[in-house]
């Protein structure tokens, strides 16, 4: 069955070389009891190891049932310790933290045998030695013999074919010893039992054959066995074994639990980075709800703008932003920090563009196939300036500026005072309140209403620009009944020659029947809960102004003159140039009646994003210059909130994250130690067959248990802080509920605390796989 061919082992230490083993030749029946002894350094125990497969030998041949074992390599080995192989040590070698069941039953989990039938077998098994009412209680509550029968147990459990016994009975006394070696007596009936010892009296009369060694060769063999020795095969064991993760992570739980105290320490150590990052991640969710809310109730108001021009940048049109490198001489071919001595010239606002929208009739009669229900309002825009005149608290006439621009080219562009209110009156008044006990919302053409700030504040340059005097003190009602004149084009103008000339005679054009009597009918004021800010302060006034006032500008001299003169400025005598155009002037004269711009009020965010894909297609297959670009300031401010708590986010998590790999290392550590405690259980379970991935595999279930537990304490302590958190930010800004974890955070900060430690462990359950078995065994 078993043969010894020339076995040769020698051991190197410093520059010594020891003959363990010198060729070796011997014969073993199946079944026969034994017995090899010598003194101390004969090479009893290392023939034992390499009969077991923990040691390998350095010539010569180890044959089971005609098989050589010179190809074997390592998993071969294992395979041949779990299945053919039973060891029993003299010192017992049973894992402290499994119960003597479990001690019995971790044999056959690398066999994968089902769990009902390992619980059976190990039954069976302790009671054959006699300890079928021990099986729930650890080895130290065992006695000596007693956790010897364990051992034995433990050897049978995987019914071997050989039992190798080294010194059984060297810890027990001589009563204790009869017992054992009675068991084994009776298992080498149908089973070949190999035993080192150095009790000759007990090997005499347990033993059917006696080997004596001495210096690493037999002196003496009291009945040896030869049979002839057919051809040797090269086959391999055919038995695969595995530990299961299920079956690890019980082992490394168990250990752990042996050392509860340490453990709680290490999760909670390892459980600090999570609790940082996770009061981060609450904050941060906490403030993304509360700017999404603010978005909701005070951006969604803003409108989608669409101006005549808009500055725009490369990835804002459809065409890829490497083609409008061509228009600026950048061939995209620069590289960073050239060393060729060659200056280049480039265009700094080649990455941003002024682009003109033309909004033609087509383009207004497409925004007017808009689905009414996601907006409030479309707002136009009108370039055509408002001639006003206005009466002063004195009883003189004075013409209202442009709001105090300085500008030259001022004449061209309506003043800052008067703003068109967006043509929805239901809108408006969700938005704002009417002040006043005589205020109303203006419903005719020469009706409008004053619009003042948050604080009731008229802005004083609108008070000196309406001649009235800003040291008084105002009630509202003062305001309700005031009046001001719009006055017509060929009122305002008095032709000279070519040239068009305002006048300044502002009474007779407040007496002129063609001036529009303007009245402010209401003052209003943004309501508290409103949405947004939609109306500048100052003058609003509705549409039908609008309309009427460009009505009567269309068959004003001063446009048809204009239109008659289409390269030269009728205010100025100039012709046009790039700053002051012909569309310009046309314009503000009130001859162009398409408006330059537009406003679109959602009535929500979501609707937004549906208008925002209904304007983008009509911009489907059209060329760059064609295509009308809108902005959307609300989702620049969003975008800019949002990016500001992301990169605030972002860094604290950075320091929260420091202290966290800072603990994976520790814990990595501490699983280190935890390899050097429990190198004899490495060695133990290398001898019943454990491959070296199954000794990774324990101490990689030992750091995912830590994770897992560090990553849920981190949790639970990270949600009790955030009770007094909420506590705080309630008092101090009257937010309830500010910071939350929502449970996919916890769970991600869960799987990242596993999988750091389970990292942090890789190195030392390589170390722990990588110890040599013989070497573990002998570590007290």
């Known amino acids: 069955m078993l043969k010894l061919i020339n076995i040769s082992k020698d051991y190197l230490v410093g520059e010594t070389t020891t003959h363990a083993l010198v060729d070796i030749n011997l014969e073993f029946k199946q079944n026969e009891f034994v017995s090899i002894f010598g003194p101390s350094g004969c090479g009893k125990t290392t023939m034992l190891n390499i009969i077991g497969g923990l040691d390998q030998y350095q010539k010569g041949d180890l044959v089971i049932d005609g098989v050589s074992t010179k190809k074997y390599n390592d998993n071969d080995w294992d395979s041949y310790r779990n299945s ?35 619980l059976e077998r190990a039954r069976k098994v302790l009671i054959d030695v006699g300890l079928e009412d021990q099986i729930q209680k650890r080895p130290n509550q065992l006695s000596g013999g007693q956790m010897q029968r364990v051992a ?17 009975t060297g810890a027990l006394d001589s009563h204790t010893s009869i017992p054992i070696m009675e068991i084994l007596k009776k298992i080498s009936q149908d089973r070949l039992v190999i035993m080192v010892t150095h009790n000759v009296e007990l090997a005499e009369v347990y033993s059917d054959r006696i080997i004596k060694l001495l210096d690493g060769e037999v002196l003496e063999d009291s009945k040896a066995f030869k049979e002839e020795l057919g051809k040797v095969q090269t086959s391999k064991p ?28 290490t999760a909670i150590a390892g459980s600090i980075g999570i609790i940082g990052i996770a009061l981060v991640l609450a904050l941060s969710f906490g403030m993304t709800s509360y700017v999404n809310s603010m978005q909701s ?11 005549r021009t808009v500055n725009i940048t490369n990835d804002m049109l459809s065409r890829p932003a490497e083609h409008l490198n061509d228009v600026t001489g950048n061939n995209g071919t620069s590289t960073d920090f050239p060393d060729t001595g060659i200056l280049y010239s480039y265009d700094s606002d080649a990455n941003s563009q002024a682009h003109t929208n033309l909004i033609t009739q087509d383009y207004l009669d497409y925004i007017s196939g808009l689905d009414t229900t996601l907006y409030n309002s479309i707002s136009y825009t009108r370039n055509v300036a408002l001639n006003v005149v206005a009466r002063t608290s004195t009883g003189g006439y004075i013409k209202v500026d442009n709001g105090g621009s300085t ?83 060929n009122d305002y103008y008095s032709q000279a020659g070519s040239l068009f000339i305002p006048r300044t005679d502002y009474q007779t054009m407040a007496d002129s029947s063609n001036a529009i009597p303007i009245t402010i009918v209401g003052v209003m004021r943004v309501k508290e809960e409103a949405s947004s800010e939609v109306l500048n302060t100052g003058i609003g006034y509705t549409t039908l102004l609008t309309d009427t006032v460009l009505a009567n500008a269309q068959a004003s001299d001063i446009v048809v003159a204009q239109e008659l003169s289409p390269l030269t400025n009728v205010l100025t005598g100039q012709p046009f140039n790039d700053l ?42 059209l060329a760059d210059v064609d295509q009308i670009i809108y902005s959307d300031l609300a989702e620049t401010i969003s975008g800019t909130i ?78 009790i802080l955030i009770i007094p958190i909420n506590i705080i930010i309630t008092k101090a800004i009257g937010i309830s509920n500010f910071a939350s974890l929502p449970i996919y955070y916890a769970l991600i900060l869960i799987a990242i605390s596993i999988v750091l430690t389970f990292i942090a462990g890789l190195i030392p359950s390589r170390i722990a796989a990588n110890k040599d078995p013989v070497v573990a065994l002998r570590t007290e």
Do not use: C, W
């Not at 049978?156 to 080294?166: E, K, Q």
């Open 152 to 168: 034995i147990a433990r050897a049978m459990v995987n019914n071997p074919r050989i039992i190798l016994a080294d010194e059984p």
């Open 580 to 621: 002051v155009t012909y569309s310009n002037v046309i314009e503000v004269l009130g001859g162009d009646t398409l408006p330059t711009g537009l406003q679109i009020y959602p009535v929500s965010f979501d609707s937004k994003d549906q208008i925002k894909a209904y304007l983008d297609a009509y911009n489907t297959d």
């Open 407 to 489: 500008s030259p080219f001022s004449m061209y562009f309506s003043s800052s005072y008067f703003n068109e209110i967006p043509n929805s009156q239901t809108f408006i008044e969700t938005q704002y309140d009417l002040l006043g006990d005589q205020s109303r919302y203006p419903t005719a053409y020469n009706e409008v209403v004053l619009i003042v700030d948050k604080q009731n504040r008229v802005d004083i340059s609108l008070l000196n620009a309406f001649g009235i005097n800003v040291t008084d003190e105002f009630a509202i009602d003062d305001f309700i009944g005031m009046e001001f004149y719009v006055i017509d084009n």
């Open 297 to 307: 109730d005070t951006l969604a108001g803003f409108p989608l703008t669409i101006s």
């Open 238 to 265: 055919v038995k695969k074994i595995s530990m299961s993760y299920l079956t690890a992570l019980k082992s490394s739980f168990k250990n752990l639990v042996s050392k509860k105290t340490r453990t709680i320490i």
């Open 84 to 118: 053919t192989i039973g060891f029993v040590f003299q010192n017992y070698n049973l894992i402290s933290h499994l119960s003597v069941l479990d001690n019995v039953e971790i044999a056959l989990t690398l066999s994968g045998v089902s769990r009902a039938e390992r």
């Open 642 to 719: 949002s990016s500001l708590i992301s990169t605030i986010t972002l860094i604290l998590s950075a320091f929260a994250a420091i202290s966290l790999i800072v603990s994976s290392i520790m814990i990595g550590i501490i699983t280190y130690v935890s390899v050097v405690e429990r190198t004899k259980e490495i060695g133990i379970l290398r001898s019943i067959g454990a491959r070296k991935k199954d000794i990774s595999r324990v101490f990689n279930a030992e750091t995912t248990i830590i994770g897992l537990t560090a990553g849920l304490i981190g949790i639970l302590v990270s949600l």
